[in-house]
């Protein structure tokens, strides 16, 4: 069975290799690819809280507006994995909750976001 360089990069991801990574983007994968039975490389990255893999995705074109992206809950799927970090960077660029979300992912997302705000105000500034 031959996967196609989408897949290649979803199993990539999963595995957290940046070099395999950027290797299959070069190639022309589609960081918004959303296969049913394997999801997308983006959501493997949410699932291992992996920053730079979702870094890499997000630089090459991963984006809220693309209907698979945004319809596979990648938002969702950060709160529930507990990827604080992650959630963070999403909004950053762009990406929400689904508009049927749950209440209480939108109450945990808007607690993320005050805590990174008193954070980031904690932090010293140079």
Sequence with gaps: MAFSVDQLLIF????????????????GADPNYYDAEHGSAAAQAVARNDIPTLTLLLQAGLCPNDSLAAD??????ALRSESREAAVLLVEHGFWLLPHSRSIREDRLQQILIENNEQQDASPKH
Excluded: D, K, Q
Aim: hydrophobic share 40%; proline share 0%; glycine share 10%.
């Design 72 to 77: 596979s809950g990648l938002m969702e799927h």
């Design 12 to 27: 990539a991801a999963r595995a957290g290799n940046c070099t395999l990574i950027e290797e299959r983007l070069r190639l």
